[in-house]
């Protein structure tokens, strides 16, 4: 079973950026295509990106342009890099496969607000 350790996030400005990263352990992370999800209170968790294990990648609608995601195989960790982060951005972010998940991390919460 694969452990996955979100962290990057913070609380920011309107406009502000940060970065996230999603730490797994295990040999297989490679053979996977991962996404970042987020859950806002009262809100079921969404998919925003993801990226297959070549690197090709898609976005949900309400990111695209500011939201870019990344992989490192080699140190088994995927980002998120989040730029023009606005209010709605607001959300606990977690990273995990598609569609068979394994374990939740933990998740790292993001809040946007002046």
């Known amino acids: 079973q694969v452990q996955l350790v979100e962290s990057g996030g913070g609380l920011v400005q309107p406009g502000g950026s940060l970065r996230l990263s999603c730490a797994a352990s295990?040999?297989?992370?490679?053979?996977?295509?991962m996404g970042w999800y987020r859950q806002a209170p009262g809100k079921q968790r969404e998919l925003v990106a993801h990226?297959?294990?070549?690197?090709?990648?898609n976005y949900a609608d309400s990111v695209k342009g500011r939201f870019t995601i990344s992989r490192d195989n080699a140190k088994k960790t995927v980002y998120l890099q989040m730029n023009s982060l606005k209010p709605e951005d607001t959300a606990v972010y977690y990273c995990?496969?598609?569609?068979?998940?394994?374990?939740w991390g933990q998740g790292t919460q993001v809040t946007v607000s002046s």
């Open positions: 295990g040999s297989i992370f490679s053979l996977y295509a």
């Open positions: 995990n496969k598609l569609l068979v998940f394994w374990d």
């Open positions: 990226i297959t294990n070549v690197g090709n990648t």
